[in-house]
């Protein structure tokens, strides 16, 4: 490079030269479209992991759609019938564009206002996630994010704009050479726009199949089951204030699975084989399995993971197919004792066979979770629920094949990275009310909270203070053995530091351990102990 000290600015190719006026504006809105692409492809990445319908893009069409007078949309669905999406998000791309265009020449002539007009859409973006009717904080994610680094990207890109325009018009230094600046201008711009593009395309599809199957569920007509839920007893539910309901609503349930990105299922192609160990190949439809028999069981499930006093625990009533019944069908071999079900995403679970085929064990092919069909992260279209079983080893959601066959032959996801091949529930019991570290005024105070041992049930629940005599707390009422129970013990609290204590002791007389376990292999135990301030 030694002449490129000495050389005359004169010595610039004109391939090196930077763009000028007209051109120059063209390159500074060219800009501003790479970070629009930059900026939607992150929100749109995101959108994958929090939810398809937290995509700013997907947000603000339905918003323009709720916003657009009832005559702007005859008019348009009257011009392009069913072309109307179509037509709209061709409008808001162009839109876009143009705004785009325009932030990438205003931060090159008026900085930093292009950063600020991309900072405004990201805003208003912002205002259509947060608005939505099911929006959660988490749906923030994609849009700022996608906002930061779009601003992020204008910025440095027109500041490599403007090095490489300075650079051909006087730069003799090496380091800031015409060439060096524009070939720095360009593998940015070049290089952060084709990595966007792809990313968001890809992004895109994945978050449009999941909106489609979202779509498909809401079209899902459960059946009546011939067999339904006993009503809920008035006296199940003892609302009180931060004591868990006896149902759990769907949107509060626990949720645990190592799915990255919810499977989507169209319940129309979806089917479930029966293998393995059998003496009959079953398969099964959706369609097929809504016209069978269906059955509604209340069950909690739990998941193995949950600490002592944790909430990974939640009672649903399910609508369902017997598995028993299925497998009857199947005809497993006498020499089988596990039922392997598999997911679409891979995931496995192995179950004692004998406890499937037990008649007085509710375990359910599940398609409706507490009278609507199961939420795509809840395993939609189909999953399966067994009372009295972690869900590690029995709840696998989006079900997709039972496979009959021997504990000694195969084995659930789980039972080779630390945990138990068997699974069956502890008996547990927590305090919800009051709450670790909080404070309550003196006087009479209802301490309550849950205890669960399904298929076995619960007998009664007992409380402590400071390590005095056990108290019988009251059990509220349920509707079989594989629910938890809701409990209440009134206190007269006194001023002061206390320790509350609860324990359980289920049906069959067994009272839960002291012993303090670990979730990891077969479930934690221990007493939970929550520390109050009276005051
Ligand atoms: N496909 C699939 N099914 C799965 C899992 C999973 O990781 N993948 N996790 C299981 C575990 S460990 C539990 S506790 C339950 C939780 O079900 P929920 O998310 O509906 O509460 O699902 C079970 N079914
Ligand atoms: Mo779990």
């Known amino acids: 490079m030694p002449s490129a000290t000495t050389a005359p600015s004169a010595a610039t190719t004109p391939r090196a030269a930077a763009p000028r006026g007209r051109a120059l504006y063209a390159t500074a809105a060219a800009c501003g479209v790479v970070a629009a692409i930059a900026a939607w492809a992150v929100a749109e990445v995101l959108a994958v992991f929090v939810g398809a319908a937290s995509s700013p893009l997907f947000a603000v069409g339905s918003w323009v759609i709720d916003l657009t007078p009832g005559w702007f949309k005859d008019l348009v669905v ?297 939420p795509l992260e809840h395993g939609f279209p189909v999953r399966m629920v067994v009372p009295g079983l972690y869900g590690y080893v029995s709840a696998t959601k989006w079900l997709s094949k039972l496979t009959v066959t021997r504990f000694d032959q195969a084995q659930g996801y789980w039972t080779d990275k630390g945990w138990s091949a068997k699974g069956p529930i502890k008996t547990a019991s927590r305090i919800d009310r009051p709450r670790q570290g909080g404070t309550i005024a003196p006087g009479r105070y209802a301490v309550a909270g849950v205890a669960w041992d399904q298929r076995t049930g619960i007998h009664s629940v007992e409380v402590r203070v400071d390590n005095e005599p056990w108290q019988q707390a009251r059990l509220a009422e349920t509707v079989s053995a594989d629910t938890w129970r809701q409990w209440v013990w009134e206190w007269d609290a006194t001023s002061g530091r206390h320790q509350l204590q609860v324990r359980a002791t289920n049906a069959d007389g067994y009272t839960q351990t002291s012993t303090v376990a670990p979730p990891a292999p077969n479930g934690a135990t221990g007493w939970h102990t929550v520390s109050v301030t009276v005051r």
């Open 78 to 374: 009257g011009l392009f019938g069913t072309g109307d999406k179509v037509f709209l998000f061709v409008c808001l791309g162009v839109l876009v564009v143009a705004l785009a265009c325009a932030a990438g020449i205003l931060e090159l002539v008026r900085r930093p206002f292009g950063a600020l007009l991309l900072g405004l859409v990201g805003l208003v973006a912002l205002i259509a996630v947060m608005t939505r009717a099911d929006a959660t904080y988490w749906w923030l994610l994609p849009t700022v994010a996608g906002t930061l680094v779009g601003v992020y990207v204008l910025v440095r890109a027109i500041d490599r704009l403007r090095e490489w325009t300075t650079a051909s018009q006087h730069s003799r230094v090496p380091t800031s050479s015409p060439e060096r600046t524009r070939r720095s201008f360009l593998a940015f711009g070049i290089g952060v726009g084709a990595v966007a593009l792809i990313a968001g395309v890809v992004a895109r599809t994945i978050n449009a199949g999941s909106l489609a199957i979202a779509s498909a569920r809401a079209l899902v007509h459960l059946p009546r089951p011939v067999m339904p839920a006993p009503p809920v007893p008035a006296g199940a539910d003892l609302h009180l204030n931060g004591l868990t309901p006896y149902v759990t609503p769907n949107t509060d349930f626990y949720r645990i699975d190592t799915a990255l990105q919810i499977p989507a299922i169209d319940p129309d192609t979806w089917k479930l084989t029966i293998d393995g160990m059998i003496g009959n190949p079953v398969t099964l439809s959706f369609a097929q399995l809504l016209s069978l028999p269906l059955e509604e069981h209340a069950i909690t499930l739990a998941c193995v993971s949950n600490d002592v006093g944790g909430d990974l625990v939640g009672n649903a009533v399910w609508l369902g197919y017997p598995v028993r019944k299925l497998l009857a069908q199947a005809k497993p071999r006498a020499s089988a004792d596990m039922v392997l079900s598999q997911s679409v995403d891979g995931f496995t679970a192995g179950t004692p066979l004998g406890v499937l085929t037990d008649t007085g064990t509710d375990a359910l092919i599940a398609v409706g979770m507490n009278g609507s069909p199961l």
